[in-house]
């Protein structure tokens, strides 16, 4: 991934009222959602990014990676974090966030950004840690046998995912009756594939996304991220953690207190990269 890659083609140019769990039917509360005092949409730039077009000088911006928390899901745009740090910095803040996003689709995200600004102001606002990928061909592979296995007969020929299409079209058409089975996923732009794996899986996938970043990028995380005794690679005090203080619309993701909260801290830590402080 360069710089010139980043963007999620599907929601290039778009203006959204609702999306993912900000509507009535994916909502936490939806008396909470009824009640929600302020006006949300979705406007997506050329890119595909809850953002403004990004401007041609990239130099001096401040880059916010992150998920839906920095999407700022089920809220108005200006609540969410990186609206708020372009207010209190004056400097431009760029979003590139993706609700849903990996831990792995951030890190690459982060390094694409380094590639080609290394002494650039980042700040990262990791995901779950159960948000992690595999191999695109592992896993389809994987979805297919769990599929597969759960309707085959004894008649049916051992099958791979690759050979999905040359299986009888009862079976094809079975597969997909039954269980929504669809080998068209190339269409969504999301690199996130969910896997089943252990905690002690998560951990790692999450260190070794850590690890691949510069000392200097500045590090964040939504709350109840993960137990605070959980070595995740990454010193204490190189680390941003706030306390959830409201609700966006959707009853789940944070507001516009929390947000202010959170770039308190930011500035903090953007204050002692001014200074030659080691983050």
Known sequence: MTLPELFLPSRAGKTLDQSGMDSPDRCMDLAHFKLYPHSVQYVYNSRGFRDAEWPSDLSQVIWCVGDSFTVGMGAPAHHAWPAVLQRRTGRTCINVSMDGASNNWIARTALAILSEFPTADIVVHWSFLHRREIDLNAALQKKFEFFYDSVRDPTW?????????????????????????????????????????????????TKTCIQQLASRVIHSHIPAWAPPDIDIGIDNDNIIATEQVDLARDGFHYDIGTSELLVDKIMSALAGRASGQAL
């Open 157 to 205: 020929p051992d099958c791979e995912f690759a050979e999905f299409a040359q299986l009888p079209l009862r079976i094809q058409k079975e597969l997909t009756r039954i269980h929504g089975w669809n080998t068209d996923i190339f269409s969504d732009d999301r690199v996130t594939h969910y896997v089943d794996s252990d905690y002690s899986e998560d951990i790692a996938n």
